[in-house]
């Protein structure tokens, strides 16, 4: 799924509070995420696409110590099992994931982002304005041909206080699995 940049979100809107359970069982929301900047994005555990930037998320969080990264899952657990709570604990695990990764079990953090697919990016600045919202880089399956990594770049942007050059790109990835 390509999403257009028809968001929910606006560039300079204020992150949405949220109070979401961590696969290490405790309750994280908003005003926990104190670091410089902090990014947002919705992901699962079966989806390819997602799964296909787990070590490169890894890698930011490694690189850039004055980001927050929160990874949150959505998705319909009924239809999509592997997108549990206690399957979102054991790939956290198994993948040694650095991220916090958090529970949406009512899908209301994602209504309220707008997220469309996973993954779904949102960077915000220290006063928690949006400043980058879409994909992390321009080669989901192949990170060795990735030309152009908008991600990376809005975040060295956001911790010199300069406004990225690039704001907006299109999410792509597998569609968040609603509740019907």
């Not at 040694?96 to 529970?103: D, G, S």
Request: with cysteine; charged share 35%; glycine share 4%.
């Amino acid at each position: 799924m390509m999403t257009d940049n028809g968001y929910k979100m606006k560039i300079g809107d204020k992150a949405k509070d949220f109070k979401l359970k961590s696969t290490e069982d405790e309750t994280v929301s908003l005003s926990d995420c104190k670091k410089k900047l902090l990014t947002i994005f919705f992901t699962c555990n079966h989806c390819p696409y997602a799964k296909a930037y787990e070590v490169r998320i890894n890698n930011l969080t490694e690189k850039y110590e004055d980001v927050d990264f929160i990874g949150i899952n959505s998705n319909d657990e009924e239809n999509y099992p592997q997108d549990s709570f206690e399957e979102m604990k054991k790939r956290k695990k198994e993948r040694k994931l650095k991220f916090t990764y958090l529970r949406d079990q009512t899908q209301q953090t994602a209504k309220d982002f707008g997220a469309e697919c996973t993954p779904h990016f949102y960077l915000f600045d220290k006063e928690r304005k949006l400043i980058y919202q879409g994909r992390m880089d321009d080669n989901w399956n192949d990170e060795d041909n990735v030309t152009s990594n908008e991600l990376e770049s809005a975040i060295i942007s956001g911790l010199k206080d300069q406004t990225p050059q690039v704001q907006l790109t299109q999410a792509i990835g597998c569609s968040i699995k609603w509740k019907i």
